[in-house]
């Protein structure tokens, strides 16, 4: 079975038991396009394709997973890179993102920041394998495939229209159990939901991660 996300993991642990991260104060989600920078204004080309999908900087989301809260902070984007910081509970993820006009690798993924001290896309040293995220020319199975391309989603942050949607299934070797991941981005903003279900045999678990509101 393949590696699934440090993300993914967490929010299928946290959802079935008592570990203690902060909960949503819930109420009002109100959005709106806060400070943010487009790909144009800091060196990027006219976006093509799935870079329309890389988000702004200076973007911060919020989201929730069942009763907890999950932030991604937009810090740096510059060409075609994007750098974000993800907050969940008291750990903190770096992830740095490349977008062409066909494809998205994750060149970094970590939540092991002891002594970094320069979070920028300078500072930083991507991973010796970059992860494929989406390759419109790679469809095989047990990668992530294009499964859809203009969605329209509702959220509690609003409705989205022209989502991209990709779709991961994993299917375990040592037992019945499938897990199909589904992640949803939107124009400028990125990912704005990621919902996973666990299926072996007649027991089925479903997480949601979505967006509630954006600055």
């Not at 909960?23 to 329309?52: I, M």
């Not at 469809?139 to 991209?164: H, M, N, R, Y």
Request: include cysteine.
């Amino acid at each position: 079975m393949k590696k699934l996300s440090g993300l993914v993991i967490a929010a299928l642990l946290l959802s079935g038991c008592g570990t203690a991260v902060k909960e949503t104060s819930g109420g009002t989600t109100n959005s709106g396009s806060g400070n943010h920078v487009s790909a144009s204004e800091v060196g990027a080309v006219d976006p093509e394709g799935l870079q329309v999908y890389m988000p702004e900087q200076g973007l911060v989301k919020n989201f929730e997973v069942d009763t907890f809260e999950v932030v991604r902070e937009v810090k740096q984007v510059e060409e075609n890179k994007a750098l974000e910081i993800i907050t969940f509970g008291d750990v903190k993820t770096v992830q740095i993102s490349e977008w062409t006009e066909s494809t998205m690798d994750m060149l970094l993924e970590t939540s092991e920041l002891t002594g970094v001290k320069d979070l920028s896309l300078e500072g930083l040293v991507p991973m010796e394998s970059p992860v494929s995220m989406i390759n419109e020319a790679n469809q095989a199975e047990g990668e992530w495939q294009i499964t859809g391309t203009s969605e329209t989603l509702e959220t509690p942050a609003g409705t989205f229209e022209d989502v991209l949607v990709i779709t991961q299934t994993l299917k375990s070797d040592t037992s019945d159990q499938v897990t199909a991941i589904s992640n949803y981005y939107a124009p400028s903003l990125g990912l704005i939901q990621e919902q996973t279900t666990v299926t072996n045999g007649d027991n089925v678990h479903e997480s949601k991660m979505e967006l509630v509101s954006y600055e």
